[in-house]
């Protein structure tokens, strides 16, 4: 399988706990981004890179959260001291980000999170 | 600020039918539309993307037309099918942002 991968798909915690998702990207694209959807809800950017740099961040994304790409492939998005309403998918995509067609974005299957 | 809005928000249909989903976006400045599928509980498939150069995109049945100057899109599906049944969302890439805006969604339901 060549696609956008997520790890885990299903996350349980507790108020209070840290959380980390992982993505892998496809193979040689550059941009990877991270969004979060809500029930009934289109995805909401929270954050991209172009390579290993962060490029943007959104204002959903508090001080709770941190992503990383430390070698330009693969990232983790980490949420410390959960809150319930932190409970969203989480949705990774990825692009070559070359501009025209490249921009195209490609999703993966997102990782489901439960804050109890 | 770019804002997408979707119309209708749900549709039910039978199949066989032919239908058109919308989208309308507010900042004309954008460099892509994107069309995707997402099923309950999924991730997002991608079906059509337009660039702002391009009028329309097809796929079997399915094709996707855009129009800068009054900041719509448009997708249409050919002779629906059960299986056609998801939600539908449109997504705008703008030149002054690096991301995806999306809108609320399409859901559809085609019945047999």
């Known amino acids: 399988d060549t696609g956008v991968s997520q790890d885990p798909r299903h996350k349980i915690t507790k108020r209070g706990q840290n959380v980390t998702f992982r993505c892998d990207p496809i193979s040689e694209h550059n941009r990877l981004y991270w969004y979060r959807q809500t029930l009934g809800q289109g995805p909401e950017f929270l954050t991209y890179f172009q390579n290993e740099a962060q490029l943007e961040k959104s204002r959903l994304l508090s001080d709770r959260f941190s992503a990383e790409r430390p070698k330009g492939s693969f990232s983790t998005l980490e949420i410390q001291r959960t809150e319930q309403g932190d409970s969203a998918m989480y949705l990774c995509?990825?692009?070559?980000?070359?501009?025209?067609?490249?921009?195209?974005?490609?999703f993966g299957p997102g990782t489901r999170l439960t804050v109890l | 600020k770019q804002e997408v809005t979707q119309i209708p928000a749900a549709l039910s249909v039978p199949e066989g039918e032919n239908l058109v989903l919308n989208c309308s976006f507010t900042d004309s400045a954008i460099y892509n539309l994107q069309w995707f599928r997402q099923d309950p509980g999924k991730g997002l498939t991608s079906l059509l993307l337009?660039?702002?150069?391009?009028r329309e995109q097809t796929s079997g049945r399915l094709n996707a037309s855009l129009d800068k100057s009054s900041g719509r899109s448009t997708l249409y599906i050919a002779a629906s099918q059960p299986g056609d049944s998801a939600t539908y969302l449109c997504a705008a890439f703008s030149y002054n942002t690096d991301k995806l805006i999306f809108g609320t969604g399409t859901r559809l339901q085609v019945f047999p």
């Open positions: 337009i660039q702002s150069s391009q």
């Open positions: 995509a990825s692009s070559l980000g070359r501009g025209g067609a490249d921009n195209e974005q490609f």
